[in-house]
């Protein structure tokens, strides 16, 4: 069993940066793809960004527009993602997911393992 931690919300202006972060406990966390969706209010939930075992392959949502960065630490079994130039619109609750690479950047459903959440909000 993988348990996913995530921290690191919180609010900030437009125009500004944010990193969240997330810790995976479990004897296979470190053999899983992990990466991040997230789900605004009244809105279906979001693929954001994933990153691949090693670190090496990464894939982003097409409204990330070279904003977000995702990299992992497999010494301190985490994975990051910084958010730069962020809109009223990247407002959500963000979600740290772990899987197969292909179930999170191909099917992008059925995944095994996610966060609580927490919550990211931009003001205009």
């Known amino acids: 069993q993988v348990q996913l931690a995530e921290s690191g919300g919180g609010l900030v202006q437009a125009g500004g940066s944010l990193r969240v972060s997330c810790t995976a406990s479990g004897s296979t966390s470190s053999s899983l793809a992990m990466g991040w969706f997230r789900q605004a209010p009244g809105k279906e939930r979001e693929f954001v960004a994933a990153?691949?075992?090693?670190?090496?392959?990464?894939y982003y949502g097409d409204f990330v527009e070279g904003r977000f960065t995702i990299s992992r630490d497999n010494t301190r079994n985490t994975v990051y993602l910084q958010m730069n130039s962020l809109k009223p619109e990247d407002t959500a609750v963000y979600y740290c997911v772990a899987d197969e690479w292909w179930t999170l950047v191909v099917t992008k459903a059925g995944i095994t393992h996610w966060g609580q959440g927490t919550q990211v909000t931009v003001s205009s």
């Open positions: 990153v691949s075992r090693s670190g090496g392959n990464t």
